[in-house]
């Protein structure tokens, strides 16, 4: 197109591009029909990104597993969320019972949880004790884990951070192929509770603890 062309192509007034902005918004956070402003804690506030392995638990399942570590960690308790962010997200919109008297944080890759301020912290499982001089051994109640991969190079990781992180407690949410791993690295057992997901996955998922749970059957 030359320069001639180009002066025949209608502009968009900005008032028309804010409106498409503001659209365009509205469809990556998915606002109330509402209209109201989209919760920044609501699960899936933040889009799945499949290039970082980004499956986000469904709704119910996050309210469960969120009920569950209030649970275990208990009044003041603290509760790391180790590449669970959708647990996290849950804790803190303030509808599980318990959740205002607990704190929580979220160990994350992806940066724009960053958006969480001082309860975001930055992870990498390829350096599973890199972390920030502020996060103490052995200082989080339960420690709810859900490695991004299937391996046993990634699980091994994830477990030396948890190990690293935790008092005692583990509640680990990987695939069901992961249990013998599981069992070897972190002592956890697996329990009759089915996760479940936004997006259908391939690969059974399950959840493993160290403690009696509490999370319901099927």
Known sequence: MSDSDSDDVPALSAHTLAALQEFYNETRTGPDQDGAAPDPFAVGA???????????????????????VVREAGEGGRIACLSAPSVYQKL???????????????LEYDRRFAAYGDDFIFYDYNEPLSLPASVAPQSFDIVLADPPYLSQECL????????????????????????????????????????????????EFRCFVNYPSRLPSG
């Not at 803190?92 to 979220?106: F, H, L, M, P, T």
């Not at 583990?170 to 002592?187: F, H, I, Y």
Request: glycine share 4%; net charge negative; proline share 1%.
């Open 46 to 68: 933040v889009e799945e990104d499949w290039r970082m392995s980004q499956f986000w638990y469904s709704d119910e399942t996050a309210a469960l597993l969120a009920e569950e």
């Open 92 to 106: 803190k919109q303030g509808v599980v019972e318990g959740s205002d008297a607990v704190s929580a944080v979220v």
């Open 156 to 203: 091994s990781k994830v477990a030396k951070t948890i190990k690293y992180l935790s008092k005692g407690k583990v509640l680990l949410c990987t695939g069901a192929t992961m249990e013998n791993v599981a069992k070897e690295l972190l002592d956890v057992e697996m329990c009759s509770f089915l996760p479940k997901h936004n997006r259908n996955l391939s690969n």
